[in-house]
């Protein structure tokens, strides 16, 4: 079945600096999705991609659909104590609908 | 406009015991999904209902676990004859259409977290 490979597991990092994350898939994708998860709360979505090769920034986020659409990575620039929760990419196959297979998170810590 | 409501947000239950999760869509949303998240793991897919309908049920255990989407009402997740490895939180998403490029974005709840004692 489909797999998705996230790194870094965590992440420690100080406030001001920046953040990167990526994904990498054993087969095509052709939606990736980047959620932000906080304790005890649902995933809310950051960023979607839906063509290969397509940059898409959101505030302070940037994400990236990769050209061999079996990656994906998301910045995070000027990071902030807000930032601080578990980020988690999803990849929708085709022919799948609409199910999303997640990456297993990346933990972000930030010390003011 | 409401978002993904769940409910209940933490359910108890003692082993053998029933579980029923309930889950509304986003107004204007016709696709349920439900996932399964263990502590510090990733969602795993489980179920995917359009109205009346179960599309995709291949996340889904064979045995005790079961969903619907009916017509009218919520959609329900219902765990029979629970075990304590059933405890985790589970979420409801919900999507507008399917197949890209626009409006296929899942949306979650807050999930309900289940323990079993």
């Known amino acids: 079945g489909q797999q998705l490979n996230q790194s870094p597991q965590s992440m420690f990092i100080q406030e001001g600096e920046d953040v990167s994350m990526n994904c990498t898939s054993s087969?095509?994708?052709?939606?990736w999705l980047w959620y932000k998860q906080d304790p005890g709360e649902g995933p809310v979505l950051l960023i979607a991609?839906?063509?290969?090769?397509e940059l898409t920034s959101n505030g302070r986020l940037t994400a990236q659909f990769g050209i061999t659409r079996k990656d994906s990575f998301l910045n995070i620039s000027a990071s902030i104590p807000s930032d601080v929760g578990i980020y988690f990419c999803?990849?929708?196959?085709?022919?799948?609908?609409?199910?999303?297979?997640f990456g297993q998170g990346t933990e972000l810590s930030v010390k003011p | 406009n409401a978002g993904v409501m769940q409910n209940p947000r933490h359910l108890v239950r003692r082993r053998g015991q029933e579980a029923r999760l309930r889950c509304s869509p986003m107004?204007?949303?016709?696709?349920v999904y439900w996932y399964r998240q263990l502590p510090e793991e990733g969602l795993k897919f489980m179920v995917y209902l359009q109205k009346e309908n179960i599309i995709d049920e291949s996340g889904m255990p064979k045995e005790r676990f079961s969903a619907e989407f009916p017509k009218e009402g919520p959609s329900i997740l219902r765990i029979q004859q629970v075990v304590r490895g059933d405890s985790a939180a589970y979420f409801c998403a919900s999507s507008v259409t399917v197949g890209g490029p626009v409006n296929t974005e899942a949306f979650f709840g807050q999930g309900t977290r289940l323990t079993v004692v």
């Open positions: 991609l839906y063509k290969a090769g």
């Open positions: 999803a990849g929708q196959g085709n022919n799948q609908g609409g199910k999303l297979i």
């Open positions: 107004k204007g949303h016709s696709h």
């Open positions: 087969s095509i994708f052709n939606t």
